[in-house]
């Protein structure tokens, strides 16, 4: 029966190997300037409908708007954002790829100039706000999770102007991305840097090969091969815990970061479970 003992043994080194493919940065890193606050995702912002006890909303704060960063920061939030490079190369605050959603103008960020953005206003009227305008609006009252917005290849041009703007920014703050690339760069440029990879268990979607093969590599857990991340920041609603990552993680410990909670209850629930926690829709208590 010597055959089993081969398989078992084929199988337990290819248990080591992925481990080790998956292992975080080790022993994690003191990341105490990030910790004790929830993180307000994109700000604080409201759609300017009436919450559940029909009270109306306090302004109308578009996500990643100024209105919705001086929100979170009075409430004394940390703040999650998006960072993209312009094609002039100026570093502009907004989530998606194009303006479409917010602003009705369908342009890609990467493909426009600053000038061309800032002619486009969110529902406020407040034009797209630049990284600058919201650093300064922050001032490091409150630690921020820049989430670097990678497109057409950009990652270590945006990776660049985002460490070399943060130098000058005297306030807590971690870089995080989907694109291990990125996160990667960080490893190797700007290992001072706390960085984070965003992961969830979408493996199997994509619209692209590309896309296909890099959310079976997000949802393993492999790219951490590349980024060795200090945190893992996970879809909450699509973690699963029983899977082989993640109890393979768990025995490893590096942070684990939850994105997006989207209810007082699931907050409370998994506070022993996340070291950090991303919301929205609601104002997180503790």
């Known amino acids: 029966m010597m055959w089993i003992v081969w398989v078992l043994l084929a199988l337990l080194i290819l248990l080591l190997a992925y481990a080790w493919a998956i292992r975080p940065n080790l022993p994690r890193r003191d990341i105490s300037s990030l910790m004790g606050v929830d993180y307000a995702h994109r700000g604080l912002w409201n759609t300017n409908e009436p919450d559940e006890e029909n009270r109306p909303a306090d302004g109308l704060r578009p996500e990643n708007s100024l209105a919705a960063f001086r929100a979170a920061v009075e409430k004394g939030y940390g703040i999650e954002l998006d960072v993209h490079r312009t094609r002039d190369g100026a570093l502009v605050v907004h989530h998606d790829d194009s303006l479409k959603r917010l602003t009705g103008t369908d342009i890609r960020i990467a493909d426009s100039t600053l000038k061309e953005l800032r002619a486009c206003t969110l529902p406020n009227g407040e034009p797209i706000p630049t990284f600058d305008e919201v650093l300064k609006a922050v001032s490091g009252r409150v630690p921020l999770i820049v989430e670097l917005k990678v497109e057409n290849g950009n990652q270590d041009l945006l990776s660049r102007a985002v460490y070399d703007r943060m130098k000058r920014y005297n306030g807590p703050w971690c870089m995080e991305s989907f694109m291990p690339g990125a996160v990667k760069w960080f490893r190797k440029n700007a290992p001072e840097v706390i960085r984070g990879q965003l992961a969830f268990d979408h493996a199997g979607t994509g619209k692209t090969a590309f ?37 393979l993680l768990r025995l490893m410990k590096p942070w684990f970061v939850a994105w997006t909670v989207r209810s007082q209850e699931d907050m409370d629930k998994n506070r022993r479970r996340w070291d950090l926690q991303i919301f929205e829709k609601f104002e997180a208590q503790k």
Request: hydrophobic fraction near 50%; proline fraction near 3%.
């Open 211 to 247: 896309l296909f093969w890099r959310n079976i590599g997000i949802a393993s857990m492999l790219q951490n091969f590349a980024s060795r991340p200090d945190f893992v920041a996970f879809e909450a609603k699509s973690v699963k815990w029983h899977t082989l990552s993640i109890h």
